[in-house]
């Protein structure tokens, strides 16, 4: 299936994109997608345990199936100053 990722702040940077399309098997969860981009920029493991991930409108955890043609959100965490 294929799925679109939105990524924000320093992701974005990382893998020089704010959008991608990435291919995954059918019952993907957002835990394979996030190991799928970390093989690619493996950066990202440095946000391992902090970033969000998000849905349409809601947050999701990584054991969430995704579906074909979802657009999943990665975000680092909200940092108020």
């Known amino acids: 299936m294929k799925v679109r ?11 020089d994109a704010s959008l991608l399309e ?3 098997p ?3 969860t957002v835990k394979d997608l996030f190991e799928q981009l970390k093989e690619r920029y493996p950066q990202l493991r440095d946000f391992e345990r902090s970033v ?5 409108v809601e947050f999701v955890d990584r054991n969430h199936p995704l579906n ?3 657009t999943i959100a990665i975000m680092p965490p909200v940092q108020g100053g």
């Open 68 to 70: 074909e043609g979802d």
């Open 22 to 24: 990435l291919s995954l």
């Open 52 to 56: 969000l991930f998000g849905i349409g």
């Open 5 to 15: 990722v939105e990524l924000y702040s320093r992701l974005k940077e990382i893998v």
């Open 26 to 28: 059918e019952n993907a």
